[in-house]
């Protein structure tokens, strides 16, 4: 007869592995979408091939990126050797032992690869699909013969919802519109040249001073926000608004179009520029943010800026500006106070000052 304390203690130790390996494989999963979504949009735009598709394919083809294909051949989409093929190849256990696959010199060859597989004329229907119907070229895959699994279709189908990859197709798509967008104005307008080569320009006095930017130790830094200090995939408030917490990697389109708010609102929200992909974990607010904060002033830390603290409190950029003295781009110090309510006594130290003003350096 079975002990009841003992079969307890075994369930419980079965939930609890099986729960650590959901979570390793979902963290590998988001890395995998950070590290190869450009790729996905990239050749969706070469060749029309959904970037949602893609990286469902990758995902599930490599287990996140695990799998011995992936890990010695870069193979990223299982694809095996045939007679038209002459790269190097590898051996691996697949319906058969010891099957013949295609071996690659980088992950990007291996999503070209994919790209022009799919480019056949075996697949060619695929195309005629409406690039965001990702259920049509899911269960198309499959009729094709993409793979044998039976329930293939529905392993994609599902990578994609869960995952929201959709965003990355759409993404693409803009991009593409935007494209074609500039070609057509450029066509129209030769009397725009003198323009251009004004742009042309200042786009080269931009680029000298993000050089001596990098020179001075300006570089892009990594995100300072601590993920266990807010929530995940829902709405909560930060001094009275409502905010998210979107992970680097998430498209600003998709974030608008998934709550609701414009585009352009979305970037007036929260100080930013034109942005389509987030390059770090963000605070996004989904509404206006306050002139005031909840408290009186927030301590500067270690890799923060004026953004940063107008995100974690909930307080307009221009407020934290005019209250501190303060310009676009200047940095305090570590551990200099940034007044939220009212204007500050003085200007606080600054870490370094903004390249663009030519302001001095305060260390």
């Known amino acids: 007869m079975l002990k009841f304390p003992k079969l307890f203690s075994t369930l419980l130790a079965s939930l609890l592995f099986s729960m650590a390996f959901a979570q390793s494989h979902k963290e590998r999963v988001v890395t995998y979408i950070s590290q190869y979504a450009n790729l996905a949009i990239n050749e969706m735009l070469r060749t029309g091939v959904p970037a949602s598709i893609t990286l469902a394919q990758g995902i599930h083809e490599t287990s996140g990126g695990q799998s011995d294909l992936a890990a010695n051949g870069k193979n990223h989409f299982g694809i095996k050797c045939n007679s038209q093929w002459t790269g190097e190849t590898m051996s691996h256990d697949d319906d058969s032992k010891g099957e013949c696959f295609r071996k690659y010199a980088s992950v990007e060859d291996s999503y070209k690869d994919h790209s022009e597989f799919l480019k056949r004329p075996h697949y060619a229907f695929l195309f005629k699909l409406d690039p965001t119907d990702f259920e049509g070229w899911a269960k198309g895959l499959k009729k094709a013969g993409y793979a044998t699994n039976p329930v293939y279709a ?193 200007l606080p130290k600054l870490a370094t000052a903004n390249v663009r003003n030519r302001s001095i350096s305060m260390k």
Not at 202 to 221: I, N, P
Not at 262 to 291: A, H
């Open 154 to 346: 529905e392993k994609l189908i599902k990578i994609i919802v869960d995952n929201n990859l959709q965003q990355y197709t759409l993404l693409a798509m803009e991009q593409q519109q935007s494209k074609e967008s500039m070609s057509l104005a450029l066509a129209n307008n030769e009397e725009k040249k003198d323009n251009l080569k004004t742009a042309v320009s200042k786009l080269r006095e931009v680029l000298t001073d993000a050089k001596l930017a990098v020179r001075q130790g300006l570089t892009e830094k990594t995100s300072s926000l601590k993920k266990e200090s807010y929530p995940v995939n829902s709405i909560f408030n930060i001094n009275e608004a409502k905010v998210i917490l979107a992970p680097g990697g998430t498209s600003l389109f998709a974030v608008a179009a998934n709550y609701n708010v414009s585009y352009k609102k979305l970037l007036d929200f929260n100080d930013l520029e034109v942005t389509e992909i987030l390059s770090k974990d963000q605070l996004i607010f989904l509404q206006k943010k306050s002139k005031r904060g909840a408290k009186d002033f927030h301590v500067i830390e270690a890799d923060e800026d004026l953004h940063d603290v107008a995100q974690k409190e909930g307080v307009q950029l221009s407020s934290v500006l005019e209250f501190n003295h303060l310009q676009k781009g200047m940095i305090p110090a570590i551990g200099e106070k940034i007044y939220l309510k009212s204007p500050a006594p003085a």
